[in-house]
């Protein structure tokens, strides 16, 4: 079964920036999409950003386009989130997830595991 850990999270000010990992843990990996999502105290968990596994496909939330970038590397079964220019309004505990199939990608039913979730906070 795979599992996923995030790690990376934590305080910053407003104006910083922030990486987050996401390491799959088994031996075999096989995830089509790879996306994040986070989730504010008091709000719904949201979509952030997503990718193909293989390449190829991005995709990423208007509130964070042109700020946050996705990538990973095959080699650790690692995906990463690059977060810069981090706002107040970026807090929030933000977990990484794996889709087997083909499915919106937008959409966090869509997924078929998810990791335990890292804490962000950005300070003003």
């Known amino acids: 079964q795979v599992q996923l850990v995030e790690s990376g999270g934590g305080l910053v000010q407003a104006g910083g920036s922030l990486s987050l990992s996401c390491a799959a843990t088994?031996?075999?990996?096989?995830?089509?999409?790879m996306g994040w999502f986070r989730q504010a105290p008091g709000k719904e968990r949201e979509f952030v950003a997503a990718?193909?596994?293989?390449?190829?496909?991005?995709l990423y939330a208007d509130s964070v386009k042109g700020r946050f970038t996705i990538s990973r590397d095959n080699a650790k079964n690692t995906m990463y989130l690059q977060m810069n220019s981090l706002k107040p309004e970026d807090t929030a505990v933000y977990c990484c997830?794996?889709?087997?199939?083909?499915?919106?990608?937008?959409?966090?039913?869509?997924?078929?595991?998810w990791g335990q979730g890292t804490q962000v906070t950005v300070s003003s």
């Open positions: 997830a794996g889709l087997r199939g083909i499915a919106p990608v937008t959409l966090a039913g869509s997924y078929d595991y």
């Open positions: 990718m193909r596994w293989s390449g190829g496909f991005t």
């Open positions: 088994a031996r075999t990996f096989s995830s089509n999409f």
